[in-house]
């Protein structure tokens, strides 16, 4: 992201989400976790699955931390 950018309110409650999914999951890392059915929380999983940090189980709605190898 552009140091100068402004982000907009949307962006930076999905921030947000993401930091709180990492958080919640980081003090539970083997175990599912609801998504929840917010748009930004929706949208935060899929942002943190594209980039590998967590992996969703597509059909319950559920995601954990990716385990690392």
């Known amino acids: 992201m552009a140091a ?5 309110k949307a962006e930076r409650d999905v ?3 993401m930091l709180a ?7 539970r ?3 599912w976790h609801k998504i929840g059915n917010l ?3 929706q949208k935060a999983a899929e942002l943190l699955e594209k980039r590998g ?3 969703i189980w597509h059909g319950t709605g ?6 690392q190898k």
């Open 4 to 8: 100068n950018k402004k982000i907009t």
């Open 15 to 17: 921030q947000r989400e």
């Open 21 to 27: 999914m990492l958080e919640w999951a980081s003090k």
């Open 29 to 31: 890392p083997d175990r």
């Open 39 to 41: 748009n930004t929380d």
């Open 53 to 55: 940090v967590i992996e």
């Open 62 to 67: 559920l995601y954990r931390l990716t385990p």
